[in-house]
């Protein structure tokens, strides 16, 4: 009887130890919020090794047992690592991309067209203007697919500097020239901040290319204007990363941002790059913004665009972009990857047959 009343007595002893311990965490984790919230502000790394270590040297230099130090390290450590967790949910729920911050899906409208709002679009043109007669070509055959968006490069930044660069402002008026014809709508990068503003003048969406995410002078710049932004996925940009940069441009106060999955370098040569069709999801998941997937950049491949297209709209995608060139063996940049006219008709056909795309 006597034991039997000792082991309640202890039971009860633990419960109340527990519900303090319960009580300490939680103000322990009170704190490393806090602290989370000042390095923030500072811009400092959350995770700080070497003062993890020097917590970890205290706890054991004072372990009275019977623990031993290795238990008592490995269960601080879990205490460390859940601390740490709290602080990235707790960034992640600060960011207004983010879909903790807003829950409601981000609908960018490019005239009468909207982005973001159940009903997929598919972007196609060059890869570069090079002239009003091959834009015009390929406005007529978009205009008579039923496309309404055309993207179209002015500029072009190139891994050599002896490439081709795009004909500058003068592609943006044949891009304008051309969309008032037929009724398009227009996407071009942009790579200057200066030109930004300008830009507005001539065409619908500014396009941050790969090369330029993380080009944060001119992620501020298309912040401080009131244009859609075609924002797309650096050549080895984590997602976190990439929800950063959309972050510099709505943190500025422009709210139409939209994402575009174009591909990540890894090892693998049988594509000119590796399709991250997860990103997707995960970018759905994680921002309200709409997300779109560049298929000829990614893939490289004429053969398969369709089934990646296929693939990307079946993973919840906004739209696709594709390149469309009247004559892409004489292309002055990205020849090999480009579709003629009757090949992105074929192309068009079959990923509206999936059901996956309607008629914009």
Known sequence: MDQSMNLEQLRGRLSEINHNLLHLLSERAQITQEIGQIKEKQGVPKFDPVREKEMLEELTAANPGPFQDDAIKLLFKQIFQASLNLQVDEHKKQLLVSRKNQQEDTVVSIGNVKVGAGKPIMIAGPCSVESYEQVREVAAALKAAGITVMR???????????????LGIEGLKILKEVADEFGLKTISEI??????????EYIDVIQIGARNMQNFELLKAAGDVNIPILLKRGLSATIDEFVH??????????KQVMLIERGIRTYEKATRNTLDISAVPILKQETHLPVLVDVTHSTGRKDILAPCAKAALAAGADGVMVEVHPNPAVALSDSAQQLNIEQFNQF?????QSGLLKDQ
């Open 152 to 166: 179209g490069g002015a500029f072009k930044p190139r891994t050599s500097p002896y490439d081709f660069q795009g």
């Open 191 to 200: 790579v200057h901040p200066s030109h930004i503003e300008l830009a507005g």
């Open 348 to 352: 068009l056909t079959s990923v509206r």
């Open 245 to 254: 940069a959309a972050e510099y441009v709505v943190s500025r106060g422009n």
